[in-house]
T-cell receptor, first 110, second 115 residues
Framework: KNEVEQSPQNLTAQEGEFITINCSYS?????LHWLQQHPGGGIVSLFM???GKKKHGRLIATINIQEKHSSLHITASHPRDSAVYIC????????????FGKGTLLTVNP | DAGVIQSPRHEVTEMGQEVTLRCKPI?????LFWYRQTMMRGLELLIY????????DSGMPEDRFSAKMPNASFSTLKIQPSEPRDSAVYFC?????????????FGPGTRLLVL
């Protein structure tokens, strides 16, 4: 079983819809990252979370440490949000190794 | 800053050939990471360096893979001999500090195809 599980694997939405992508992990972590990979392949870091919630524009990320779960929400989705969204966790300590989920492919249709 | 720079962007080679991928991290960043991305396995950490010293190479698949960082502004990932199963996109990333909470900045990747 992968240490980091994302759901759904694929998601298709209409422009304007509210999007939720989920990430569950099985190990204790010091931080969780959400990344965005555009169709061209480039990867951009969106959020780093160790507790609570963060917001950037139309994107909101939450984490529940006790339940080992994080969600990424997109409000008022737009076709330019179409990308693969990847969750990654770091178990912390002296090792800075990230373990990644397989990603969620989001397609937002106009 | 130009961001993380990788070269080449695309590489096509034949099985058995040596392949060298190059990375220039963002100036001032102390950490450098090499990742591999495939459809089957997603993103995987291969190795990372702190101040040019390899810290964790447990993700390096086998002895055919080697990585060096001779100075703060340059790193290489070498595959010798290459095999078709090495076909993947290889990303280099760098970060400013030594914390799991630091943002990593990714390069554009090198798309490798081994025939």
């Amino acid at each position: 079983k992968n240490e980091v599980e994302q759901s759904p694997q694929n998601l298709t939405a209409q422009e304007g819809e509210f999007i939720t992508i989920n990430c569950s992990y099985s190990v204790g972590i010091s931080a969780l990252h959400w990344l965005q990979q555009h169709p061209g392949g480039g990867i951009v870091s969106l959020f780093m979370l160790s507790s609570g919630k963060k917001k950037h524009g139309r994107l909101i990320a939450t984490i529940n440490i006790q339940e080992k779960h994080s969600s990424l929400h997109i409000t008022a989705s737009h076709p330019r949000d179409s990308a693969v969204y990847i969750c990654a966790v770091c178990s912390g300590g002296s090792n800075y190794k990230l373990t990644f989920g397989k990603g969620t492919l989001l397609t937002v249709n106009p | 800053d130009a961001g993380v720079i990788q070269s080449p962007r695309h590489e096509v080679t034949e099985m058995g050939q040596e392949v060298t991928l190059r990375c220039k991290p963002i100036s001032g960043h102390d950490y450098l990471f090499w990742y591999r991305q495939t459809m089957m396995r997603g993103l995987e950490l291969l190795i990372y360096f702190n101040n040019n010293v390899p810290i964790d190479d447990s993700g390096m698949p086998e002895d055919r893979f080697s990585a060096k960082m001779p100075n703060a502004s340059f790193s290489t990932l070498k595959i010798q001999p290459s095999e078709p199963r090495d076909s993947a996109v290889y990303f280099c990333a760098s970060s400013l500090g030594g914390s799991s909470k630091e943002t990593q900045y990714f390069g554009p990747g090198t798309r490798l195809l081994v025939l």
